[in-house]
């Protein structure tokens, strides 16, 4: 099928490029020329494992093209998904306004049937609102063009986005057209031979399910960091805890991991957008209200440790820290709400040198952190452990997980070693000297050894 992506951030690009990968003919358009041309001459605008060459592949074989232009684009498609920023308002909401120009924009060049098709996290009830935008666009231009509008809200999770959308645990569609129904099921036919299974239900329902998903995840995590905290004061260990809840078959093993909080472009920007309509609905998201609360303090719990560590050694002033990782996770450059910011943000401002590495983010990082322009900028992961009095690991890279700790011990000045994603095994670090602190986990000397039966 001819397909049309409007949009080419992380969502627009992956899902053009992957139905390419299908086998459909895919346009991936934008509105920023800058980008089209870098993406005409194979540059990715972000790091995402597997798709550049994708990206190669698939414009090598024609199948995937890039362009800025609506009037040539939009008649060819038989599906245009709309692929756009949907970013907060001040009180929490989507402003909506890159996705009503781009549909407007569509609107103003549909000549034929077509179906358009939402993949931008969007308030409940969007989809009737922009077919009603639709049908009074094509009412100015004085045109009769039939036309069906779809939610179908995207899943993927940077770091393995590609996998993601060509191995789906569902593809969920929200419509209300027989018509409709069809051409997504041809759309999706090679997915769904393959055994991946998609779930029809109405655009409020699917638009909901974006919200509800995200919204859970986050809830998982916030609840395990909160219970971290009360492990740490009662001897209990959240590792072992989290082995003997996600062994719960109703429970199940992920999302369970402590640490110092989620960030992303995703799940604080979901979690507020689902509590400023519900809260224009009459209703208060009381749960999510706390998760929120929970995942902004976590970040402030290993400040504590760390404030606490130094108390009698002269405080956090004029120390040097190393940090290991910024970007919010591991395989992605996405540096969109991620835990570093805070935390370097809190450490400057008490006072410490700070030294920081990532092995792919540090480019959108130096944005990120530009109000701080005393950062050291290391080049490898044991530069930035060179004279460091402490080191933090915030985002558990591969590089950092296979470190070689007897050297990383030997070049610092000092011993702390704070494990904000409970990465290592906390007696091997007591035994090469560091004093090593992770999330919700009790002193060496109450730990007991995991016995599987």
Known sequence: MNILIIGTGYVGLVTGTCFAEMGHNVTCLDIDENKIDALQEGIIPFYEPGLKDLVKKNSHKKRLLFSCD?????PKADAIFVAVPTPSESDGSCDLKY????????????????????KSTVPVGSTSEIHDLIKSELSTRNVLVEFDMVSNPEFLKEGSAVTDCLSPDRIIVGLSSVRARAVMEKIYLPLTVKGSTLIVMDPCSAEMTKY???SMLATRISFMNELSRLCEKVGANIDEVKIGIGSDKRIGPYFLNAGIGYGGSCFPKDIKALQAQAKSAGIELSILKAVDQVNKTQKDHIINIIEGYFSDKGGITNKTIGIWGLAFKPETDDMREAPSIDIISKLY???ANIKVFD???QKNARYYLSNYPKIVWSENQY????N?????????????????????????SGKGFFDGRNAFDKQKMKELGFDYYNIGTPSIDQQLEITTW
Not at 70 to 74: D, I, Q
Not at 99 to 118: D, G, L
Request: with cysteine; charged share 15%; hydrophobic share 45%.
């Open 70 to 74: 609506y009037e040539e684009s939009v």
């Open 99 to 118: 996705f009503r120009s781009a549909v407007k924009s569509i609107a103003q060049h549909m000549s034929t049937y077509t179906v358009i098709v939402n």
């Open 212 to 214: 509800a998903a995200n």
């Open 349 to 351: 401002t008490l006072g």
């Open 359 to 361: 092995p792919i983010s």
């Open 383 to 386: 530069a930035t452990c060179e």
């Open 388 to 412: 460091a009095d402490a080191v933090i690991l915030v985002t558990e890279w591969s590089c950092f997980l296979t470190s070689d700790l007897s050297l990383v011990y030997k070049k610092m």
